[in-house]
């Protein structure tokens, strides 16, 4: 596990993309405070037009997509390569499935419990072996989710990043729950605010 620490999120963000410009790249990405960093007018200056944009989860309610919270990203796109979740579709995990490819880069964030994508730590799905599954947790908004697996993660993904701006207050959070952490075997980095201490 590694640490970035800094006072500009959406820098760090855009250095990450910086190398695929007029390249290919399989681009993972979540919702929650990750999209308001890759809502950045710079990210319009690379060529993206190789890109391909994977998500990875879905809440499963049309009033809060994370597709739709990633439109403005998205405009700053030149591709039309857009893998979404279709979550209206008949069989949304079976869908996403077929249209899955592994990923160069997944940007992902961590909630205050310590959990990512939709993988709660109380998760008994945790240890599947499945690339994507649905999930329920009633303690949330929009209980019926979508998420790719630890096991996704584990084998298909080249580069991990956490990204954990503050809200209000610093977060205390640095890495995922404890129970998401020792089934992570991939190496992965966590990008946090130059005010927390590690």
């Known amino acids: 596990m590694k640490f970035i620490l800094t006072e500009d999120f959406k820098s760090e963000i855009y250095n990450l993309l ?8 399989n681009l993972m990405i979540a919702g929650g405070s990750l999209l308001n960093i890759l809502d950045n007018p710079s990210i319009s200056f690379l060529n993206s037009s190789q890109w391909k944009i994977f998500y990875a989860d879905e809440r499963c ?3 809060c997509l994370n597709f739709t919270g ?9 591709t039309d390569q857009i893998f979404k979740i279709d979550v209206e579709s008949e069989d949304p995990v079976s869908q996403y499935k077929k249209v899955l490819e592994p990923i160069d880069l997944c940007l992902l964030g961590i909630g205050s419990d310590g959990h990512i994508c939709s993988l709660f730590p109380d998760l008994n799905d945790l240890d599947t072996t499945e690339d994507v599954i649905q ?5 949330v908004v929009s209980p019926n989710r ?13 580069n991990l990043y956490f990204v ?3 809200k209000e207050k610093v ?4 890495k995922p729950h404890e129970r998401i952490c020792k089934r992570l075997q991939i190496e992965f980095t966590s990008i946090i605010d130059k005010k927390f201490n590690t």
């Not at 910086?18 to 790249?25: K, S």
């Not at 999930?135 to 303690?139: G, I, L, Q, S, T």
């Not at 979508?146 to 080249?158: A, D, E, M, Q, R």
Request: proline fraction near 13%; aromatic fraction near 12%.
């Open 164 to 166: 954990i701006p503050p």
């Open 135 to 139: 999930v329920f947790n009633p303690n």
């Open 171 to 174: 977060k205390n959070v640095v």
């Open 18 to 25: 910086v190398p695929y410009d007029n390249h290919p790249l």
């Open 61 to 63: 309610h049309k009033s």
């Open 70 to 78: 990633s439109k403005p990203f998205l405009s700053y796109l030149n």
């Open 146 to 158: 979508i998420t790719v697996s630890l096991h996704f993660l584990n084998t298909k993904v080249n």
